[in-house]
């Protein structure tokens, strides 16, 4: 079946390090993949997608592609701010986009 | 633009009765999915409805059930509740030709004693 593991944390970094949270997922077919963040009070948001292979999401600094080969969907932040901090889950859907699975989530936690 | 409305944001309920969740997609949207996600892990999805019919389902028994209302509207119902049905319930709303792009609601926080 379908299913996303994503790495453990909590994460702590200091501002301006790098950042990667490892994800590997586990599918069928031709899925779509998601990095979904949910900051501090508020509800889930979508950060970036790739839907095929080899495919690069982009969004607000974070970086992630789609590696079919390896099975992984890792996150990426070149210098990371205190406005970061958050939860972040890496998801999959279906390629029909009629189910979808997620991670248990990342705590991050950038200290200036 | 109106985003993705929930209601109630809690709610307390006592084991064996049955709730109604509600949820008003973003305007122009036609999918409506429902996640379940318990305190420190991941959304884990209930299912989908797509045009008023169910379209997806997880590994979600029978007694969870939904309904998806002509103006797209949509209600999540929980019967014969138990502890372990506690979570926070999120809806998320997207069309149907861009489904996997999910704006997601604020979630009721279902407490079940």
């Known amino acids: 079946g379908n299913s996303v593991t994503q790495m453990e944390g909590p994460v702590t970094l200091s501002e301006e390090a790098f950042l990667t949270i490892n994800c590997t997922y586990t599918a069928t077919g031709y899925p779509s993949l998601f990095w979904y963040v949910q900051y501090p009070g508020e509800g889930l948001q979508l950060l970036l997608k790739?839907?095929?292979?080899?495919d690069k999401g982009s969004n607000k600094g974070f970086e992630a592609t789609y590696r079919k080969e390896t099975t992984s969907f890792h996150l990426e932040k070149g210098s990371v701010q205190v406005s970061d901090s958050a939860v972040y889950f890496c998801?999959?859907?279906?390629?029909?986009?009629?189910?979808?699975?997620f991670g248990t989530g990342t705590s991050l936690t950038v200290i200036p | 633009e109106t985003g993705v409305t929930q209601s109630p944001t809690h709610l307390i309920k006592t084991r064996g009765q049955q709730v109604t969740l509600r949820c008003s997609s973003q305007?122009?949207?036609?999918?409506v999915s429902w996640y379940q996600q318990a305190l420190g892990q991941g959304p884990q999805f209930i299912f989908q409805y797509y045009r008023e019919e169910e379209n997806g389902r997880g590994n979600f028994p029978p007694r969870f059930s939904g309904l998806q209302f002509p103006n797209y509207s949509s209600e999540l119902n929980v019967n014969a509740l138990e502890l372990d049905d506690s979570a926070l319930y999120l809806c998320?709303?997207?069309?149907?030709?861009?489904?996997?792009?999910?704006?997601f609601g604020p979630g009721t926080r279902l407490t079940v004693t």
């Open positions: 305007s122009g949207h036609n999918t």
């Open positions: 790739a839907t095929k292979a080899d």
């Open positions: 998801a999959l859907s279906d390629q029909a986009g009629n189910q979808f699975y």
């Open positions: 998320a709303s997207s069309t149907g030709t861009r489904k996997v792009e999910q704006y």
